[in-house]
């Protein structure tokens, strides 16, 4: 039921600015919890930042003050907007849509966003 499309991915330059785009299918986007999470090479996949749908956000430490989440309900999109990114920055990044356990989780495909120095 439910297909997430990321893009936006691609090399940066260190302390330069990405935005990463996340487009939902589905007809209740708005009332769906969505976040951004990414995975470096022989790492876990961790969270990057989170969003509720009431508009709450929740970003991980690393990232904070650095990136930015947001998402326009009426386009069914996610954004993940990436300033003064560093090369530890390096990883797919992966675009999730939480419906909760009767719902589903549901992820993307992921788009590579290397940053280099």
């Known amino acids: 039921q439910v297909q997430l499309v990321e893009s936006g991915g691609g090399l940066v330059q260190a302390g330069g600015s990405l935005r990463l785009s996340c487009v939902a299918s589905?007809?209740?986007?708005?009332?769906?919890?969505m976040g951004w999470y990414r995975q470096a090479p022989g790492k876990q996949r961790e969270l990057v930042a989170v969003?509720?749908?009431?508009?709450?956000?929740n970003y991980a430490i690393s990232v904070k003050g650095r990136f930015t989440i947001s998402r326009d309900n009426a386009k069914n999109t996610m954004y993940l907007q990436m300033n003064s990114p560093i090369p530890e920055d390096t990883a797919v990044y992966y675009c999730?849509?939480?419906?909760?356990?009767?719902?589903?989780?549901?992820w993307g495909k992921g788009t590579l966003v290397t940053v280099s120095s």
């Open positions: 969003m509720a749908s009431g508009g709450s956000t």
């Open positions: 999730n849509l939480n419906r909760g356990p009767l719902g589903g989780n549901y």
């Open positions: 589905g007809s209740a986007f708005s009332s769906n919890a």
